[in-house]
């Protein structure tokens, strides 16, 4: 079983960047498919962007596509999703996931284990 814990959220003004962390801890994070996913007040869980195992392969949500990056250093056992051009609509509590899956995945019922969740607050 694997343990996740974000970090890196906070409260930033539209425009500007945050960079968020997973760490992984009780087994090797290179095991899984990753994901993060995010939800918002009164909203359901949104998937955000995934990786495979290796980090050759990943997926984001056309939502985020072009402004936010997703990426993995397995070696560090940490998952990493770069958020730029941050846009109030981007509020919400962001949660990293992981899958024993075969390729990715955008359903939230594919991801077997989640972190807390790290809040981003993004100002008009």
């Known amino acids: 079983q694997v343990q996740l814990v974000e970090s890196g959220g906070g409260l930033v003004q539209a425009g500007g960047s945050l960079r968020l962390s997973c760490k992984a801890s009780?087994?090797?994070?290179?095991?899984?498919?990753m994901a993060w996913f995010r939800q918002a007040p009164g909203k359901e869980r949104e998937f955000v962007a995934a990786?495979?195992?290796?980090?050759?392969?990943?997926f984001h949500a056309d939502s985020v596509k072009g402004r936010f990056t997703i990426s993995r250093d397995n070696a560090k056992d940490t998952l990493y999703l770069q958020a730029n051009s941050l846009k109030p609509e981007d509020t919400a509590v962001y949660y990293c996931?992981?899958?024993?899956?075969?390729?990715?995945?955008?359903?939230?019922?594919?991801?077997?284990?989640w972190g807390q969740g790290t809040q981003v607050t993004v100002s008009s």
């Open positions: 990786i495979t195992q290796n980090g050759g392969n990943t």
């Open positions: 996931a992981a899958g024993i899956l075969l390729g990715l995945c955008s359903q939230y019922r594919c991801y077997n284990y």
């Open positions: 009780g087994r090797t994070l290179s095991t899984y498919v």
